[in-house]
């Protein structure tokens, strides 16, 4: 019988609403904005470190904090049990427990991860890894950031146990767990997790000491099923998959920038830099720049600087930051040897290798040791902003080089830029300092208590970050939350 026209357009109707939501769950976003119910701004999510995928540190969507108001801040210190030496992500508006919640998530050193409540600070749930007890305690750490799905239905967080875990947004349950290391004892994982077109991407490192063996690399997993897609070796490169470490000849070439991996948001292609390690600009690239191809099959650009060798001897790891795509074929990388280098990464495509070449040298804020993820903002200009122990510095980009625009003597975490201003937590002294991000004039410092590594999230009227050292060894800790009154 003939349907009813009425009936037709009301199934039209559906159908169109159905397509829409399904091209919408299946598009990576960094953001998912929605009214906020009268608090006169955007809920927005904050869904990884580094904000987007490309890890620019720099919110696109208004956080409601200004100036003129953040002062006004009212902060809450939440205990949790463990330290959270990375920082927070964050979902507005989601479903935990059977009801609506704004939630912040984070994942302590021995890989407990904590849903808490943004407005009260109760722990909504947790979850503990079956391996928490014996490691408890214990040098065996992860430093990593979880990242959670655009369908805002699963998060993803790494435990110290060399395991990659999918965790229900809803309850806290595990969907699946996939090791990324054969040896995790040697294997870290420290860097920040990242997530693009279906994939979750992870990258490991070594311990304090750099005890032998380990070998960084590039793990791929299959968001879906977990299933480790690809795994792309920095030492032993000629060999793909998960290899144990002790069937390399060499070791190191940590990739334990913050950071981790940084994807092109236009290609998928994965960038990383490696820490000490041997390099033959063949199969070892230790203390490199390298792009990796979507799918972690290959090599695709490579650059080292001409003195490599003094680096690896002198535990001057080129990669103790993240590379920083500058836009236009250029891309920026820090070290411990104090220098921010520019290079011009058009010329340093394939296998073949690429020694020095860089388009500019310049000195990190204060001329030590970066270890902190510098934050790119396009406020009307390209602005570059990194804080190390001594100093925090803003340069102006343009031409293919970096121009000091402003720098004080304050040290610095990684940064982070939210309505035109910027956030750099001091770990030494404790104190979230917030800037004007173009002049570099101090608003105000927020108190807070000391860190190591710890960076903050600005979304949705409100601050988070986590305190406390990993190194300390300890199982309980203390997390800031700022709110709008």
Not at 114 to 138: E, F, H, K, Q
Not at 164 to 187: F, H, N, Y
Not at 338 to 357: K, Q
Request: aromatic share 8%; charged share 10%.
């Amino acid at each position: 019988m003939p349907q009813p026209a009425w009936k037709l357009v009301i199934r039209k109707l559906v159908l169109a609403a159905g397509l829409m939501l399904a091209a919408c769950s299946s598009t990576p976003t960094a953001t998912v904005q929605t009214s906020d119910g009268g608090r006169g701004m955007s809920a927005t999510d904050w869904t990884r470190f580094g904000w987007d995928v490309g890890r620019s540190s720099a919110s696109t969507a208004s956080a409601g904090i200004t100036a003129s108001n953040v002062d006004s801040l009212e902060r809450q210190q939440v205990a949790i049990d463990g330290t959270v030496d990375a920082s927070a992500i964050y979902l507005h508006g989601v479903v935990v427990n059977d009801s609506t919640h704004d939630v912040f998530f984070l994942t302590t050193t021995y890989g407990k991860t904590l849903a808490i409540d943004a407005n009260t600070g109760a722990v909504l749930w947790r979850y503990t890894p079956p391996t928490y007890a014996s490691l408890a305690g214990s040098a065996q750490i992860t430093t990593a950031t979880p990242v959670a799905d655009p369908n805002r239905q699963y998060i993803y967080a790494a435990t110290p146990d060399g395991n990659i875990r999918k965790l229900a947004v809803a309850d806290g349950s595990v969907v699946w767990s996939t090791a990324i290391t054969l040896l995790p004892t040697r294997e870290k994982i420290a860097s920040s997790l990242n997530y693009f077109h279906g994939r979750v991407i992870a990258t490991t490192g070594g311990y304090i000491g750099d005890a032998p063996p380990y070998q960084g690399h590039v793990a791929i997993l299959d968001a879906a099923s977990g299933n480790l897609l690809s795994v792309w070796n920095s030492l032993c490169s000629n060999r793909a998959g998960l290899i144990a470490p002790f069937s390399c000849p060499q070791s190191g070439s940590a990739m334990w920038g913050r950071g981790g991996a940084v994807i092109d948001s236009s290609t998928g292609n994965i960038y990383v830099a490696t820490g000490n390690g041997t390099w033959d600009g063949a199969t070892n690239w230790g203390d490199a720049v390298l792009e990796v191809d979507s799918l972690g099959a290959g090599l695709l650009g490579n650059y080292t600087p001409t003195n490599t060798g003094s680096l690896n001897s002198t535990d001057t790891d080129l990669g103790s930051t993240s590379p920083v795509l500058l836009g236009g074929g250029l891309l920026a990388q820090g070290g411990k040897d104090g220098l921010f280098r520019v290079l011009a990464w058009g010329s340093m495509g394939g296998t073949a290798p690429h020694l020095g070449g860089e388009q500019q040298v310049a000195s990190t804020p204060s001329g030590n040791k970066l270890f902190s993820s510098p934050a790119l903002w396009r406020g009307g200009s390209t602005w570059v902003f990194a804080a190390d122990g001594g100093a925090t510095t803003a340069w102006q980009y343009s031409g293919g080089q970096l121009q000091q625009a402003w720098r004080n003597a304050n040290q610095g975490t990684s940064p982070v830029v939210a309505d035109s201003l910027l956030f750099v937590y001091d770990p030494g002294n404790g104190g979230l300092r917030v800037y004007q991000a173009v002049t570099g004039a101090l608003i105000t410092d927020l108190a807070c208590g000391t860190g190591h590594w710890n960076s903050p999230i600005v979304a949705d009227g409100r601050i988070a970050l986590p305190e406390g050292d990993s190194n300390s060894h300890a199982t309980s800790g203390v997390f800031d939350i700022w709110r709008l009154p």
